[in-house]
């Protein structure tokens, strides 16, 4: 069975069925956002579970409008920016420690494509059974990113990679530091977990130095550092392809969005922190103060705790 097209005001009156007051906005809003993402994305908040098993299909609460929809809708898109702004530059200060780091042990040009210059497979963090993957994934990217002076998912072959560019003409290898530049941040926690040992522990040493107050008050272990990546990682992916993220899980489950929001947090510089944190409670609470069904909601998601 397939789903049916559904005109605008088609859309409308199923949202009138099924227990939602619209208004006049309605039909230009789903219009311009789309019902799949905002319905489809945010209406499960505001679900009746009994009514819903009673009929068959979807019912919402007593008393939900289309705009508390809406709303929440736009709490979440507004909460995503605010975290990918913070995400950018703590992507930023890890390109820059994770490649200071790794170039001050290893200054050969190159030393970056040689596989003595990472960790033994008995001493990997995601486990030996993944260890040959992820090596020889990352020295692919890295050989890729040195060789390519074209820009990755450009339609322009003709476009160069200017930086890559110009350090290929001018000099005998590509720094380190210029291709972290077109690493993901996925990349980078691969790297991370690949490289040795002692470096790591250096690399955390300096994250404790460089960040925020929640770093100096705890131990960062490599173990521990990776934890956090992998949960960033997928609240960067979240955040990029416009997912929910308000009530979403992050590294299968183990981080909701309270818990990867102090994280996130904790590999900020002091003053950054701050400034994101007081960003998050002032539109959980903006948002909160609009009707007492988007407070249930945002409550429930343990968001008023932050």
Not at 118 to 142: F, V
Not at 184 to 195: C, D, E, K, Q, S
Not at 237 to 256: Q, T, V
């Amino acid at each position: 069975m397939n789903k049916q097209f559904k005109t605008i005001q088609q859309q409308v009156e199923l949202l009138e069925q099924r227990g939602v007051a619209t208004d006049e906005r309605t039909a230009s809003t789903l219009q311009r956002e789309g019902y799949y993402a905002v319905v489809n994305g945010y209406g499960k908040a505001f679900i009746d579970t009994v009514a819903s098993a009673e009929a068959g299909d979807d019912r919402y609460r007593p008393g939900t409008t289309f705009d508390q929809i809406y709303q929440l809708f736009l709490f979440d898109r507004e909460l995503r920016s605010i975290t990918f702004m913070a995400l950018m530059s703590v992507e930023c200060t890890l390109r820059a420690i994770i490649s200071y780091t790794f170039c001050a042990h290893h200054r050969r040009n190159g030393a970056y494509l040689e596989r003595r210059s990472y960790t033994k497979q008995s001493e990997y963090l995601r486990g030996e059974g993944a260890y040959a993957r992820d090596l020889n994934n990352l020295l692919d990217t890295l050989e890729s990113c040195a060789r390519s002076n074209k820009i990755t998912g450009r339609l322009d072959d003709d476009y160069d990679n200017a930086r890559v560019a110009w350090y290929r003409d001018h000099y005998d290898s590509i720094p380190l530091w210029v291709l972290f530049s077109d690493l993901t941040f996925g990349n980078l926690r691969y790297f991370f977990a690949l490289m040795i040992g002692n470096e790591q522990r250096e690399v955390c040493n300096l994250l404790r130095k460089v960040c925020g107050t929640t770093h100096e008050r705890r131990t960062l272990t490599p173990q521990g550092m990776l934890a956090d990546l992998d949960a960033l990682s997928d609240l960067r992916n979240g955040c990029a392809h416009e997912e929910r993220i308000y009530n979403g899980s992050f590294s299968k489950s183990k981080y909701g969005y309270p818990k990867i929001v102090k994280t996130l947090a904790a590999y900020l510089a002091e003053d950054d922190e701050r400034i994101f944190m007081e960003s998050v409670r002032e539109v959980i609470a903006r948002y909160a103060g609009t009707s007492p069904e988007l407070q249930r909601v945002l409550d429930e998601a343990g968001l008023t705790k932050i």
